[in-house]
């Protein structure tokens, strides 16, 4: 599953490399998805990480990969090497 999840982020990162949110999103579900990813520690890599992000934020799957490649591609997370992202700023700026 982990490995569905990173192919998912990576093949909507062309989509999120503009400065808007990905179709289907807001501002304010990015907002939402921030806070949530801070909630359980800023790392996003499996999917104990992810179903309570989505809860939170009150999001679909697709859109919270849509969000967290979002976040890679404007710089606001990076990359783990376990193939999960780690937000670095907004909440979990350090």
Do not use: H
């Not at 501002?27 to 921030?34: A, K, N, S």
């Amino acid at each position: 599953m982990q490995i569905r999840l990173a192919c998912s982020v990576l093949s909507v990162l062309s989509v999120a490399g503009c400065a808007t949110p990905p179709e289907g999103t807001t501002q304010e579900d990015i907002q939402r998805f921030e806070a949530a990813v801070a909630s359980i520690g800023c790392d996003l890599v499996t999917e104990a990480d992810y179903l309570p992000v989505e809860l939170q934020a009150g999001i679909s799957r697709e859109q919270s990969t849509s969000l967290a490649a979002f976040v890679l591609a404007t710089e606001r997370a990076v990359k783990l090497e376990d193939g999960g992202i780690r937000l670095v700023k907004g909440p979990c700026e350090a």
